[in-house]
């Protein structure tokens, strides 16, 4: 039977976009209580009222940027009373910058996503996960990629931050265990989104050809799959989710239609 989440807060970050949006929208049809952050604020002020549209109980939404440590401590620590109890973390926020060879690439684009993808998910889930093992009850949902299962070209430093997160998956649900508290990892393969207009820069063009001529997975097909794995009976875990367009056979093994 499906775990009832009616009433429940579920905390998804980077929810300005993409499968942070829709992710934060499966949940709400399901009468939880949404609390959502992002570094957007007019992004977050436009999901609000389709999140209360589609049934939230309730919401809540502050601007944040994971990769700073005190921006996240300060953040979590004055939460109101009423949003403090968080059932469900889903660490949304990340992304890639650039696709270009190890050795010649810009630093500061492995600063962002080493800050984001790796400190910045290890910042949130470290002010939020006491909690749940103090009240007996809880789910961490991580967002890797397929990325983190082998490298691909030009992409080396994005693989290893979505290795990590696949460790540090791993370990946490090792340190959890004895509690009730279960720790879930969704890997996408190509989703279209924002995700490749961040990488480039914005650079519109060069975005689309990512998603050129095959048929990939939607943010929609994510969050479908992440509130799958929420709603499970609470003695199931579903360790984790490795989850592919059918053009799509390994992180660099496409095939395009002619």
């Known amino acids: 039977m499906a775990l009832s989440l009616k009433n429940k807060i579920v905390f998804v970050t980077g929810a300005t976009a993409g499968i942070g949006t829709a992710t934060a929208l499966e949940f709400a049809k399901l009468g939880a209580k949404i609390m959502i952050c992002g570094r957007r604020s007019d992004k977050l002020s436009a999901v609000e009222p389709q999140l209360r549209e589609a049934g939230a109980a309730d919401v809540h939404t502050f601007a944040l940027d994971v990769q700073s440590r005190e921006g996240v401590a300060n953040a979590i620590a004055g939460l109101p009373h009423e949003w403090k109890a968080v059932e469900i973390l889903v660490n949304n926020a990340g992304l890639s910058r650039g696709l270009t060879k190890m050795y010649e690439d810009d630093i500061q684009n492995w600063e962002e996503m080493i800050d984001t993808n790796v400190k910045g998910l290890l910042y949130v889930t470290r002010a939020i996960v006491p909690g749940m093992v103090e009240r007996g009850s809880g789910h961490v949902i991580n ?20 290795a990590a997160e696949r460790f540090i998956s791993d370990g946490l649900r090792i340190d959890l265990n004895g509690t009730p508290v279960r720790v879930t990892t969704v890997d996408p393969g190509m989703v279209e989104t924002e995700f490749s207009l961040v990488r480039f820069r914005g650079d519109s063009e060069r975005a689309a050809k990512t998603y050129a001529n ?45």
């Open 143 to 162: 967002l890797g990629s397929i990325a983190g299962h082998a490298a691909y070209p030009n992409g080396g430093v994005y693989c290893a931050t979505k």
């Open 214 to 258: 095959i048929d990939p997975l939607t943010a929609e097909d994510i969050a479908e799959t992440i509130v799958w794995a929420a709603t499970r009976p609470a003695h199931v875990t579903i360790q984790s989710v490795l989850i592919t367009p059918t053009a799509q056979a390994s992180a660099y093994v496409v095939t395009r239609k002619s």
